[in-house]
């Protein structure tokens, strides 16, 4: 498929979500949004969604092609990337969320989150830059003070200037407590900054002036661990005399990625020349804390670019499978008989359900994870918030994994649709799958996920968050029953979330003995289990929408009967899988855990 032809998402899709499972205009009703209606929501998403077709989607595979060039000390992006940067801003990426105080248009995250996941689709690459720069000031927005919004957050905001978050370091990797960078005060207020850094996305390049970096490092005499480390703005230049000028910071290396090319991964190095002036953000030792804040909105973009990469890979293996002819049905007996497009074989069919089924329950649970971080900051009942603020840490986890590996999967899946032409780089799946691959790595690995979702997320508060998601379950089904969906569906909805409420409490208990070890052993496997549970829920939710439409005789009635299809088969082929899941976990199996290094 040409690039015009490939819808992306599918309209009718983020329509129903939106409106018909999720209520997004309700949420207008909240002094926070009261500006907004349906008509700005819908004139935000047709925007996006001609801007990511028509101009952003043509620029993917040349800048695929042509990754950034790291010469005489800096990284020089792809032309193209240049033509679709200052229209990106002008289209409100930056700010659709933030508040009109700060220049935002104060958007639902849920809108402003399946807009996104247009843009993501066509370019991830270059929606990266963008996505970065608003984490990066929205911090300073949260903790910085007036002269630290002043001189960053508004030029950031504004499109002028970049940010990045440099975290990871080459000795440390995901294990911030090892950070050694230091930061030095000075009588002058600010601190001189020295360390290395490594795969920063977005460090350098020659789309903006100039890029703040997010930096973690140790005030010199700081504790040592994760209560050591503080949080600075260090400018790529900083502003002195009315000018910018040089801040000691340079680009060590750049890293070959095998995917999202457009975005340069970086080692880079502060302070080698002594001269390096990084501004504190917030109080010291806070570090960690106000970094999780970004790094909790960095997965769900995560999620959302794993959900865009594969409905992108979808929506073209489909349109593959509809016009391309390859044998004949099952029992035809002529020879002669024309061909018949392979849409028509059922392998092929399953193939493309599964990946509806994958893309579709990605985008439900990004869109409802997202609604429950604009109740968690808005709502107007402080219980409300509370409640929607733990459904969201619950969430945030499986919101970052399930797309990132499910959504591999499927990607892997469209390229198999294609056959011998999927496998070339003539065709585009093979792209889609080479950057898909580091979702389920960048902004905390699947393993890191689990041990969080597992050893924080359930059992925080008394299991107060999995109580939360157990009265949503229960809405779910009531609305489920009551627009008359397969009723075994939600029987087994509701016996699943019970067996999780089990073995989270037999989980929980090892490690209350003190056995962490034990609690923990298989919590990639525990977030697997709560994943699968968890698109259920949202496949339950569509279904019941959808025998609601159908009800009411919404058109096209065969979008509906295509819902009911995929969630029948969620039910049928992933539901089931909870239950061995849950026993493996429970058993404790310790085939890895006992496996020492020399047998391997």
């Avoid at 193209?80 to 200052?86: C, G, P, T, Y």
């Avoid at 639902?108 to 990066?136: D, E, I, R």
């Avoid at 002594?274 to 970004?294: K, W």
């Avoid at 990469?309 to 029992?331: D, F, I, K, M, N």
Wanted: overall charge negative; glycine content about 10%.
């Amino acid at each position: 498929m040409t690039p015009a032809q490939n819808p992306l998402l599918n309209d009718r899709d983020v329509e129903f979500l939106l409106y018909e499972v999720l209520d997004a205009p309700r949420l207008c009703e909240l002094p926070y949004f009261a500006d907004h209606a349906r008509e700005t929501f819908d004139l935000y998403l047709q925007s996006c969604r001609r801007f990511a077709r028509e101009v952003l989607f043509p620029t993917y595979r040349p800048v695929d092609a042509s990754p950034p060039r790291f010469e005489g000390g800096a990284v020089t992006v792809h032309p193209a990337l240049k033509q679709v940067f200052r229209p990106m801003v002008e289209l409100g990426m930056l700010t659709a969320t933030r508040p009109a105080a700060v220049g935002g248009q104060q958007l639902p995250l849920v809108v402003a989150t399946l807009a996104g996941a247009y843009l993501q689709a066509a370019n991830l690459s270059a929606c990266g830059y963008l996505g970065l720069t608003t984490g990066a000031a929205h911090l300073i927005e949260a903790f910085g003070d007036d002269a630290l919004r002043s001189a960053f957050m508004t030029r950031m905001y504004a499109g002028e200037w970049t940010g990045s978050m440099a975290l990871t370091e080459p000795q440390a990797g995901s294990s911030l407590a090892d950070v050694q960078t230091r930061a030095e005060p000075t009588q002058a207020g600010h601190y001189l900054v020295r360390g290395s850094k490594i795969f920063i996305s977005g460090g350098d390049h020659d789309l903006t002036e100039n890029i703040v970096h997010l930096v973690l490092a140790r005030i010199e005499g700081a504790p040592q661990g994760i209560k050591g480390v503080s949080l600075f703005a260090v400018p790529k230049r900083r502003p002195e005399g009315g000018q910018l000028v040089p801040n000691d910071v340079e680009v060590a290396g750049v890293i070959h990625k095998i995917g999202w090319r457009g975005l340069p991964s970086l080692a880079m190095s502060f302070g080698e020349r002594g001269d390096c002036h990084g501004y504190l953000v917030g109080s010291p030792h806070q570090g960690i804390a106000y970094m999780f804040q970004m790094m909790n909105e960095a997965r769900i973009m995560v999620g959302v670019n794993g959900a865009a990469t594969a409905s992108a890979a979808y929506h073209e293996a489909l349109g593959y499978a509809l016009v391309r002819p390859q044998g004949r049905r099952l029992g035809a007996k002529d020879p002669a008989a024309p061909q018949v497009p392979i849409l028509e074989h059922a392998d092929v069919r399953r193939m493309l359900l599964r990946q509806k089924a994958i893309v579709e329950g990605s985008l439900a649970l990004l869109a409802t994870t997202a609604r429950y971080a604009d109740l968690a900051a808005h709502a107007a009942d402080a219980a409300e918030r509370e409640r929607a603020q733990r459904l969201l840490d619950l969430l945030t986890p499986i919101a970052k994994t399930f797309p990132a590996e499910k959504g591999f999967e499927s990607n892997a899946l469209a390229l198999q649709v294609h056959g011998g032409y999927g496998y070339s780089s003539e065709y585009l799946p093979e792209a889609w799958l080479r950057d898909q691959k580091l979702n389920s790595i960048h902004e905390g690995t699947t393993g890191i996920q689990g041990l969080d979702l597992l050893g924080r997320k359930v059992v925080a508060g008394g299991g107060a968050a999995l109580l939360a998601l157990g009265g949503e379950v229960e809405q779910a089904i009531g609305r489920a029953q009551r627009a008359g969906v397969e009723p075994a569906w939600g029987e087994r909805l509701g016996a699943s979330m019970s067996l999780l409420g089990e073995l989270t409490a037999h989980l929980a208990e090892a490690g209350m003995r003190g056995d962490v070890e034990r609690m923990l052993r298989h919590s990639a496997d525990y977030l697997e289990l709560v994943s699968v549970l968890v698109v259920a829920w949202q496949w339950l939710a569509m279904a019941a929408a959808a025998r609601e439409g159908l009800a009411r005789g919404a058109s096209p009635a065969g979008f509906y009967e295509g819902k009911l299809c995929a969630a029948q088969y969620w039910f049928s082929t992933e539901l089931p899988r909870v239950e061995a899941l849950a026993a493996l976990c429970r058993s404790g199996d310790d085939a890895y855990a006992r496996m020492r290094p020399e047998w391997f």
